[in-house]
Nanobody, 127 residues
Framework: QVQLVESGGGLVQAGGSLRLSCAASGRTFSNLLMGWFRQAPGKEREFAASISYSGDATYYADSVKGRFTVSRDNAKNTVSLQMNSLKLEDTAVYYC????????????????????WGQGTQVTVSS
């Protein structure tokens, strides 16, 4: 089992930036495919970004592409999501997810493709 703990959420004005972090434990971090999802009020949870084992490949939802950047530090067992040019519609609970079943693909976008989830961190974008 993998334990994931997100941090860094908060309240930010539209156009601002936030950086989310997720600390992982329980398994060898470099063997985990990592992803970020989000769930807005009244909506289903949706994919935001994923990153390959080494961190050399990333994949983004169209809604965040060009504004969000996912990165990982395998030495520190952390994955981050840098969010720039935030919009009102980015308001959501953001979840870190880990997949420990091996895969050759890093563009995993479905919830059931991930094995462990964090508790989530709230991001609120105000006008």
């Amino acid at each position: 089992q993998v334990q994931l703990v997100e941090s860094g959420g908060g309240l930010v004005q539209a156009g601002g930036s936030l950086r989310l972090s997720c600390a992982a434990s329980g398994r060898t971090f470099s063997n985990l495919l990592m992803g970020w999802f989000r769930q807005a009020p009244g909506k289903e949870r949706e994919f935001a970004a994923s990153i390959s084992y080494s961190g050399d490949a990333t994949y983004y939802a169209d809604s965040v592409k060009g504004r969000f950047t996912v990165s990982r530090d395998n030495a520190k067992n952390t994955v981050s999501l840098q969010m720039n040019s935030l919009k009102l519609e980015d308001t959501a609970v953001y979840y870190c997810a880990a997949r420990y079943r091996w895969t050759s693909r890093w563009d995993r976008t479905l919830e059931n493709e991930y094995d462990s989830w964090g508790q989530g961190t709230q991001v609120t974008v105000s006008s």
